[in-house]
């Protein structure tokens, strides 16, 4: 009853826990928190414990860059819980940050947006975290079905729409018609390994290390999915292997673009194999209307133009692909409330 109490003063949230930013719609208000999801993590020997030293922004400075006492962690790895004590503290601390400072601890309605090929154990884990974390009732829901919302797809006609969700750690592709899922599948491909592949690249071609951070700043600024009639150069630092010293060094963005062969070819793959599993019907709507891209990796530059080519399909980045999954939840919230919980399935 007092978590009901609670509730009264409380906002309606979805929230896209994914595995690079954690991201918060807030009904009424729009997106309200985009975060990273990272935690620094402070040992204290004394006590025997661990205490939270920061979350979000603050704690990925600091990944790469800690003493031994401190260690950032990100939580989520390819979608799903990798430590479950620090994702409940992570989840309550954007929820309370989220709410304000208010005399009442929060108890939101919470839509979480999940990974479509995530486990049971693991949504089970995902939804315990939330409850941990103060919510007084949680729903998943898949990431395509939220990101279609978002991206404004006509998810409730009797028409396929296929949509392609690159994340973080995960590329979802779905085709969905009458409110539901067709046809689904999920890669582990996505922002982390493109960073991968260019820390592995720098490192064989070059025989130079370069941490996390530097890679993603090199895949946003000069990360290309296509050749392109401008060569864009970066110009960055990093370790020498053979001397233990650090060199600067020059990329340019075909380089990189060869470094993103493999994962790029992992997310082609699979939007393949979603066309040869689609029922025809659908499949002629999809051809009609094409492939709706979102998701932070929907940003690498030309990627649009490198599915265009490998399917034949008009393919279209969505408006805003970072927040698509985060703002289709707050929608979804919205038509639930209107509809009931069964519109989607989440009964």
Known sequence: MFKNLRGYFSNDLSIDLGTANTLIYVRGRGIVLNEPSVVAIREEPGRAGKKIEAVGQEAKNMLGRTPGHITAIRPMKDGVIADFTVTEKMLQYFIEKVHGNRMMRPSPRVLICVPYGSTQVERRAIQESAEGAGARWVRLIEEPMAAAV?????????RGSMVLDIGGGTSEV?????????????????????????????????????????AEKIKIEIGSAYPGQQVNEI?????????????????????????????????????????????????????????????????????????????????????????????????????????????????
């Open 174 to 214: 779905a085709v969905i018609s009458l409110n539901g899922i067709v046809y689904a599948s999920s890669v582990r491909i996505g922002g982390d390994r493109f960073d991968d592949a260019i820390i592995n690249y720098v490192r064989r071609n070059y025989g130079i290390l370069i941490g996390e951070a530097t």
């Open 235 to 347: 110009s960055v630092k990093g370790r020498n292997l053979s001397e233990g010293v650090p060199r600067s060094f020059t990329l340019n963005s075909n380089e990189i673009l060869e470094a993103l062969q493999e994962p790029l070819a992992g997310i082609v793959g699979a939007v393949k194999v979603a066309l040869e599993q689609t029922p025809p019907e659908l499949g002629a709507d999809v051809a009609e209307r094409g492939i709706v891209l979102t998701g932070g990796g929907a940003l690498l530059r030309d990627i649009d133009k490198l599915l265009m080519e490998e399917t034949g399909l008009p393919v279209v980045v969505s408006e805003d692909p970072l927040t698509c999954v985060a703002r289709g939840g707050g929608r979804m919230l919205e038509l639930i409330d209107e509809h009931g919980p069964a519109l989607f399935n989440l009964e």
């Open 150 to 158: 978002g991206a404004g797809l006509p998810v409730h006609e009797a």
